[in-house]
């Protein structure tokens, strides 16, 4: 069974994350662009092998050079969010074989460490034999009974 965790992912690591994938994206597009006016100026315009500032051959090095490190970035992203999604995924929790219906059954609360009150529960089907029972706390005991302390 699993269990919801009460943490959540830092969220300010993940729009750097975005924006820098955002970054990489565009400045590669524009870097593809100028490489297709180079080569534009030098085979079809004429204008010579330097008007760029660089001949071709160094605007190819350079090309792979920061396609290297594009690519380097973008791994380093894709691990530290994956590495976020495992921190943060249910965690297992060790319950003798619940069923429902003859169906193996992973039950979520939400809060986590809810305890009476009014709950509503949603089954969701995942497949032939598995299902996921969803009890979320609508109303905490307080709310519910009023004030039980005298």
């Known amino acids: ?28 597009l524009v ?9 534009l100026g030098i085979y079809y315009l004429n204008w010579g092998y330097r008007w760029s500032g660089l001949n071709l051959f ?11 490190l594009c690519i380097i970035i973008q791994l380093y992203i894709l691990l530290k969010t994956k590495r ?8 297992p929790v060790e319950q003798s074989g619940l069923s429902f219906k003859g169906k193996q059954l992973y039950s979520y609360t939400y809060p986590s460490n809810a305890k009476g009150g009014f709950f509503s529960k949603t089954y969701i ?6 299902i996921i029972q969803i009890r979320t706390q609508i109303l905490k005991p307080e709310q519910l009974w009023g004030s039980t302390v005298h």
């Open 58 to 68: 160094e605007w190819c090095i350079i090309g792979c050079v920061f396609f290297t």
């Open 1 to 28: 069974m699993y269990e919801l965790q009460s943490k959540t992912p830092p969220k300010k690591n993940q729009r750097i994350y975005s924006k820098l994938s955002k970054v990489i994206f565009f400045t590669t």
């Open 125 to 130: 089907l995942l497949d032939e034999n598995t």
């Open 31 to 39: 870097f593809i662009l100028w490489m297709i006016v180079v080569i």
């Open 84 to 91: 976020y999604v495992q921190e943060y995924a249910p965690q």
